[in-house]
């Protein structure tokens, strides 16, 4: 997904919410533990009209 979700830590496990409105996902922290975040589902959308299929 880009700079747009990606870091240089490490992101897995992304799930679309059952109503399509939010992705969630898990990210490495710099302690070595992992944190659950959330961004508008509607970021898929966006980035696939910047990426040429």
């Keep these: 997904m880009g700079e747009t979700i990606n870091t240089s830590m490490r992101e897995a496990s992304a799930s679309v ?3 399509g ?3 969630f996902f898990n990210r490495a922290t710099q302690n070595n533990d992992s944190d659950i975040y959330w ?3 509607q970021i898929i959308k966006t980035l696939k009209k910047r990426v040429k299929i």
């Design 39 to 41: 961004v508008g589902a």
């Design 17 to 19: 919410t059952p109503d």
């Design 21 to 23: 409105k939010y992705l």
